[in-house]
Nanobody, 121 residues
Framework: QVQLVESGGGLVQPGESLRLSCGAT????????MGWYRQAPGKQRDVVAV???????NYADSVKGRFTISRDNAKNTVHLQMNSLKPEDTAVYYC???????????????WGQGTQVTVSS
C-alpha cells in the first residue's frame, strides 16, 4: 500500500511561520505532481500549491509570495514553507501525490490524512 503522511502543523500567531512536510511510503515507482490542499471548516478543499516532478510550481493567489512548495524526488517528500501566516490560513492541510506504483501501471491520486494549521492571536 501507499501512504502519505503529513507533519508540521500547529498553532501559531499571525505573522509567524510553519513548515509542513509530507512523505510517501510503500510500493512507488514514480511520483508525478505533488501538491498541498487545505480545507477550512464549512468550506470546500482548495488547492494551495502544486509542484511537478521537474520542479515547476503553481500557487493559489492567496498564498503567492508567502508560501513556497518544494520536493525531494529521491526521498518522495514534499514540503510547504508558510511565512507571514494569517488567520485566514487556518485549515486542515492535505498533501496529494499523483503516482504510479509499477512501471506499467496507471497513475492514481493518493492523499494524506491532513494536519491542522491554526493561526490565531
Amino acid at each position: 500500500q501507499v501512504q502519505l503522511v503529513e507533519s508540521g502543523g500547529g498553532l501559531v500567531q499571525p505573522g509567524e511561520s510553519l513548515r509542513l512536510s509530507c512523505g510517501a511510503t510503500g510500493r512507488i515507482f514514480r511520483i508525478y505532481d505533488m501538491g498541498w490542499y487545505r480545507q477550512a471548516p464549512g468550506k470546500q478543499r482548495d488547492v494551495v500549491a502544486v509542484i511537478t516532478r521537474d520542479g515547476s510550481t503553481n500557487y493559489a493567489d492567496s498564498v503567492k509570495g508567502r508560501f513556497t512548495i518544494s520536493r525531494d524526488n529521491a526521498k518522495n517528500t514534499v514540503h510547504l514553507q508558510m511565512n507571514s501566516l494569517k488567520p485566514e490560513d487556518t485549515a486542515v492541510y492535505y498533501c496529494k501525490g499523483n503516482l504510479r506504483r509499477t512501471p506499467g501501471g496507471i497513475t492514481n491520486d493518493y492523499w494524506g490524512q491532513g494536519t491542522q494549521v491554526t493561526v490565531s492571536s
